[in-house]
């Protein structure tokens, strides 16, 4: 539900911006608003996600995801019904302000696994997000405008034709509902520090019926334990796993802000002017290839090269990623199309992605040794998504002003 929540509007945020008329017809602000949309939801996410993380250590994994499934509904229906550029600002600043569920579960990843399958595991923790990524942008490009593109199903439609992009909303909004049900249904907690239903008599004889530790009920407390202070996460063995993970979404998230800027401008500015289409059929190859590769992939060469080289292996490939944009940018100057070698360079970069990806699994690896206490774990995660946030949010808007070689529209 979040990857698809996230992925629904890469390829159509450009085309979004211009049309909420921030940019008063200036194609030069595009990239600015867009990195501005989106740095919101990353600096909400690092006002929140620690503390969600925190919580959950208190009263349990689960009830810490379905509050933030829940929460991620109504910020994608909020998306879908804004005609104004600072009602997306809301929309996202929601989305990022409940999105505290990515260190929660790899909390619960590290807790129903052992040093012989964690490497397993984690290689199979992309596929959501690469599902994600890759029915995302296909949502977002294809139902985009529906009034316009299937005016046979949805042209007496009013509300889709006030809202144009009201459906690539709506179908992430509802998934989110439909994972809420699944994992209020089916997901069993593993953090046993504390019963969140054990304060709710009526559901106290549920929460233990459905103990897959088969735990004695008096060590159940009805109290959460306090919370450890924040300087004790501080050991040198989690700064050791925080630090190779910020620098991996450092480079990630100025490759994805420069992606689709680049995708979608103009070839005056040095774009590739791809229809928003065209952006999403990339990027849902690249999310299909990305989980089919974590799933067979990941794990091998885990075994074969161990964490740090295969982390060293990917952050490497990082150098020739970065470098295609300038020679993209360079080349669609020279062509009146897309010529063949500006269509290897970019099958070139997207290819060097696979990769650059597996470094997210080794740092999950590094953060979940049994050497970081059990009751800390998702602290510890959460102080790490909380860093990821930050340096996200600091670099997403900046990227962006500087792929369409413009300062900020203020600045004059």
Same mark, same amino acid.
Request: aromatic share 12%.
């Given at each position: ?14 085309? $979004? ?48 995801? $379905? %509050? ?50 964690? @490497? ?12 994600? @990524?890759? +029915?995302?942008?296909? %949502? ?9 593109? +299937? ?34 249904? =089916? ?6 520090? +504390? ?24 060590? /159940? ?20 796993? %925080? ?6 979404? $450092? *480079?990630? %998230? ?31 190859? *690249? ?5 089919? !590769?974590? @799933? ?15 982390? /060293? ?11 295609? =944009? ?11 199309? *897309? ?8 099958? !070139? ?14 740092? =999950? ?8 206490? @059990? ?38």
């Amino acid at each position: 539900a979040e990857p698809l929540s996230s992925q629904v509007i890469y390829p159509v945020v450009p085309q $979004l911006v211009r049309e909420t008329s921030i940019t008063n017809g200036d194609e030069t602000k595009v990239g600015y608003y867009v990195g501005m949309m989106q740095s919101i939801f990353f600096a909400t996410e690092t006002l929140t996600v620690l503390h969600w993380s925190r919580a959950s250590d208190r009263i349990g994994r689960k009830p810490v995801i $379905l %509050i933030g499934l829940l929460c991620l509904s109504p910020s994608m229906y909020c998306f879908g019904l804004s005609h104004s550029f600072w009602g997306l600002v809301l929309s996202r600043s929601l989305n990022g302000a409940f999105n505290g569920n990515i260190g929660v579960i790899k909390s619960m990843i590290a807790e129903m696994t052992d040093g012989t399958n964690l @490497a397993h595991a984690f290689a199979y923790q992309p596929i959501p997000w690469s599902t994600g @990524a890759t +029915f995302g942008p296909l %949502i977002g490009g294809a139902l985009s405008c529906p009034a316009e593109c +299937f005016p046979g199903l949805f042209g007496n439609s009013d509300l889709l034709k006030m809202y144009p992009y009201f459906l690539p909303g709506a179908i992430p909004a509802m998934s989110s509902v439909l994972a809420w049900i699944v994992t209020y249904m =089916f997901l069993k907690e593993i953090c046993y520090f +504390f019963s969140f239903c054990a304060l709710l008599p009526r559901w106290r004889s549920w929460s233990l019926s459905s103990n897959p530790l088969k735990l004695d009920p008096s060590s /159940l407390s009805t109290l959460p334990p306090p919370s450890p202070p924040l300087r004790s996460l501080l050991t040198r063995p989690a700064l050791l796993s %925080i630090s190779p993970y910020a620098l991996l979404y $450092l *480079l990630d %998230i100025a490759y994805r802000a420069l992606q689709p800027v680049l995708y979608s401008n103009p070839r005056a500015l040095g774009g590739l002017d791809l229809e928003p289409h065209a952006i999403e059929n990339a990027l849902a190859m *690249l999310g299909l290839s990305n989980g089919i !590769f974590q @799933a067979f992939c990941f794990a091998c060469m885990i075994k074969a090269w161990g964490v740090r080289k295969t982390y /060293l292996a990917g952050i490497t490939s990082a150098a020739p990623i970065f470098a295609c =944009f300038p020679a993209m940018s360079a080349v669609t100057r020279e062509e009146p199309a *897309l010529s063949v070698p500006l269509l290897v360079m970019l099958a !070139f970069q997207l290819a060097l992605t696979l990769p650059l990806n597996t470094c997210y699994g080794c740092c =999950f690896m590094y953060i979940t040794p049994r050497r970081l206490r @059990a009751a800390t774990l998702g602290a510890v995660n959460g102080l790490t998504q909380c860093t990821m946030s930050v340096m996200r949010y600091r670099r997403f808007a900046g990227d962006c002003r500087r792929a369409a070689g413009r300062h900020s529209p203020w600045s004059a």
